[in-house]
């Protein structure tokens, strides 16, 4: 299932198919400013990136989900379709091997705080792209 909450220039996607952790991430980025979209897998993930990537400012994802494609996949694509979209992707079991991440997309390891988050957040988003509270 696909919520959306609303959509703005300074929208996150987070996908996680844990609900529990996937809220936690909404309230954390909510917490920084954003609006949220998420969804539980990355066909689902997708399908909201094709109607909101105009809107959507950062991607927040698990690596490890059902179906055919797990984060890595999705952040590969959303960097060729929708290169202005900042992309994180964090997992607790698996760490990024060569070619698994394009350039540009920052990897966070499982279990992390908000402080780190939006610290990562200040370092890779350009600055028009951020809500006023990570702004420096």
């Given at each position: 299932?696909?919520d959306?909450?609303?959509a703005?220039?300074l929208?996150?996607?987070v996908?996680?198919?844990?609900?529990?952790?996937?809220?936690?991430?909404v309230?954390m980025?909510?917490?920084?400013?954003?609006?949220?979209?998420?969804?539980?897998?990355?066909?689902?993930?997708l399908?909201?990136?094709?109607?909101?990537?105009?809107?959507?400012?950062l991607?927040?994802?698990d690596?490890?989900?059902?179906?055919?494609?797990?984060?890595?996949?999705?952040?590969?694509?959303?960097?060729?379709?929708?290169?202005?979209?900042t992309?994180?992707?964090?997992?607790?079991?698996?760490?990024?091997?060569?070619?698994?991440?394009?350039?540009?997309?920052?990897?966070?390891?499982?279990?992390?705080?908000a402080e780190l988050?939006?610290?990562?957040?200040r370092?890779i988003?350009?600055?028009h792209?951020?809500?006023?509270?990570l702004?420096?």
């Open positions: 299932m696909t959306v909450h609303d703005s220039p929208t996150a996607l996908v996680d198919d844990d609900a529990m952790l996937r809220m936690d991430v309230a980025l909510e917490d920084a400013g954003f609006l949220t979209l998420d969804a539980e897998d990355v066909d689902s993930a399908s909201v990136l094709g109607r909101h990537h105009a809107t959507i400012a991607l927040f994802s690596v490890d989900m059902p179906g055919t494609r797990d984060g890595f996949g999705l952040a590969r694509e959303v960097a060729a379709r929708w290169p202005g979209i992309v994180v992707i964090a997992s607790g079991r698996r760490r990024p091997g060569p070619g698994d991440l394009p350039d540009g997309v920052c990897f966070i390891a499982k279990p992390f705080s988050v939006h610290g990562h957040l370092e988003m350009p600055e792209r951020r809500p006023a509270k702004k420096d």
